[in-house]
């Protein structure tokens, strides 16, 4: 068995944590088998190469991936002169038999120009057996469990990510209670969540990284609080006066500090009028071919504010890096398929009903809080279950989607119990309470563009809470409050 980054051929467990998928390979007729991949890389790109051994391994008749882990940095061991790697798992569905599958895998590392330099050195890409049902294997070329598997960090974090109550054959407890016995690395381990090429991923667990600021570019006439400022209703989205006042405004967040720039065609104010799929997209294209032409945006990443598939569909070939769904794929069932088939980046946000319904959907039985974690940690098990990446989603807790004012201030509050939440480990977190009423409601301030200082307060608190996007109009004053609370909290 070979070792990336030590990391081993591991242990099968008794049990597993269904995620409900239905087999349908078709390769062999043989009944399909549940076996867990590890996934590393520590050469070039290591993202890329991680998705693209994925790709190849989906490309089989004869192997399913099912869902995958967060992907996991650590430092090298053995031999430490090397760069950091990037470990993870995908569970899948295979009629391949242990040693047919070892081979594949084998097969899929040659394939993608694996060369071993040393032992234990540095390689573009890493696939190894972890489970394979609940069979124990040892030869002389595969080991299933390792006996050093329980001492791994590496190799437990991304299995814990997919099952963490599983059990191993040959050792009592779960998984979980394994990893919570392992020394923790040092420097800690954190996942990586890609946001654009040229702009560093999301480090969810890193106690000093930077917060990014995603500046709201809303091209609608009616949203709730800067509804026509960037392009007049008057104006045609693709004349030179339209395109030129937008300019200004994108040069203007970018100077001021926005690493993230999300574009809306839809409003989703409380009431806001549904318009086709073709009016968002004439609304937000012409915005985005503008970003894709400006040397200042070539290392932001661009976001569309949408929940529409084939408003995703259109836009991210278009050059946008993340769909950000206010919904999590409830308000379009093809929304999420078609993310994964697209293989970017996502946001899901909590939310109830639509925006003409939300406000009247505030029952929270078991608290807020038990509720928001409940009904997010579903779709994000239906993002998965579509075929998205664990390492390529961000949640939102969805500050004054059907939530009271005491609501969205308890949220604020204990974002880092939800954050710390066993469905969300390691997940990236998205904050968005620029303007909205309760804040209104708090500070007496009616006018939404005049509510800056109340927003600065809540942008604090969600840097104090562990957020690692927060999401605001007014770029330069809410840079200014991020840093500041950075300076406090992320030490």
């Known amino acids: 068995m070979r070792t990336q980054n030590g990391s081993v051929n591991g242990t099968s467990p008794r049990r597993y944590v269904s995620n409900g998928t239905a087999a349908t390979l078709v390769s062999n007729g ?14 070039g790109d290591r993202l890329e190469w991680i998705e693209r051994a994925c790709r190849a391994l989906e490309a089989q008749d004869d192997v399913r991936i099912l869902r995958t882990s967060g992907l996991w940095e650590t430092k090298a061991m053995y031999y430490e002169a090397q760069d950091h790697f990037i470990n993870g798992a995908c569970e899948i569905e295979t ?6 599958l070892l081979d594949r895998l084998q097969s899929i590392e040659n394939e993608l120009g694996r060369v071993k330099i040393i032992d234990k050195g540095p390689r573009n890409i890493d696939l190894d057996i972890l ?26 974090r991304p299995l814990c990510d997919l099952i963490p109550d599983a059990e191993l054959p040959t050792v009592a407890g779960t998984l979980a209670q394994h990893l919570a016995r392992v020394k923790p690395a040092d420097p800690p381990l954190s996942t990586m969540t890609p946001l654009a090429p040229g702009l560093a991923p999301l480090s969810a667990l890193q106690s000093n990284r930077r917060t990014h600021v995603m500046s709201i570019l809303n091209v609608t006439p009616d949203s709730f609080s800067d509804g026509g400022l960037h392009v007049p209703a008057a104006l045609d989205p693709n004349s030179p006066e339209a395109l030129a006042l937008l300019a200004d405004t994108i040069r203007a967040h970018i100077a001021a ?6 574009i809306g065609g839809q409003s989703t104010r409380p009431g806001a009028p549904q318009v086709s799929p073709q009016e968002e997209l004439a609304r937000i294209l012409p915005a985005l071919r503008l970003l ?10 661009i976001s569309i504010d949408t929940y529409r598939a084939s408003v995703a569909a259109a836009a991210i070939p278009a050059g946008a890096h993340i769909i950000n769904d206010v919904s999590a794929g409830l308000l379009d069932p093809d929304l999420l398929p078609t993310v994964a088939r697209l293989g970017c980046s996502v946001c899901l946000m909590h939310m109830r009903g639509t925006p003409a319904t939300m406000t009247q959907l505030t029952d929270y039985p078991a608290g807020v809080l038990a509720g928001v974690e409940a009904e997010l940690a579903l779709r994000l098990r239906a993002a998965e279950q579509a075929g998205i990446r664990r390492w390529r989603i961000i949640l ?14 308890e949220l604020l509050r204990r974002l880092p119990e939800l954050r710390q939440a066993t469905p969300f480990s390691g997940l990236p977190w998205l904050v968005g309470s620029s303007r909205k009423g309760f804040i209104g409601q708090v500070t007496g301030v009616k006018e939404p563009r005049e509510r800056v200082m109340g927003t600065g307060v809540t942008v604090a608190a969600a840097v104090m809470g562990g957020a690692d996007v927060v999401r605001v109009h007014d770029v330069r004053p809410m840079v200014e409050a991020v840093r500041m609370a950075e300076a406090v909290w992320r030490v």
Do not use: C, W
């Open 292 to 301: 894709r032409t400006m040397p200042e945006a070539r290392n932001v990443a």
């Open 131 to 156: 489970l394979y049902d609940a069979q124990v294997i040892e030869n002389e070329r595969l080991i299933v469990p390792h006996k050093l598997m329980l001492e791994r960090e590496f190799v437990l």
């Open 30 to 43: 043989s009944r399909p088998h549940r076996a867990f991949v590890a996934l590393g890389s520590n050469l």
């Open 257 to 262: 500090g926005a690493t993230i720039l999300d």
């Open 396 to 409: 939102d807790p969805g500050i004054g989607f059907a939530k009271t004012q005491q609501q969205n201030l």
């Open 95 to 100: 009629s391949l038999d242990p040693m047919q």
